[in-house]
């Protein structure tokens, strides 16, 4: 029986193709998120980045003898 996807993951593989996208100027993403959303959404993109960067940089070496 094949794992189920949490909704977690959806929102991953969202941002992620969102992210992907050449096309897509980052900076103007930003200015318009800080201009158009609420603190909390701002709040909550910083811990999405500071749990992504975790796993990316400090997990990496968690296992080191």
Do not use: F, H, W
């Amino acid at each position: 029986m094949p794992r189920r996807i949490t909704d977690e993951e959806k929102v991953a593989i969202k941002l992620g193709n969102i992210l992907s996208d050449l096309r897509v100027d980052l900076d103007l993403v930003g200015q318009y998120l800080a201009r158009t959303c609420p603190t909390v959404v701002y709040n909550r993109l910083l811990t999405v980045t500071e749990s992504a960067t975790y796993e990316k940089e400090e997990k990496r070496y968690e296992y080191k003898y």
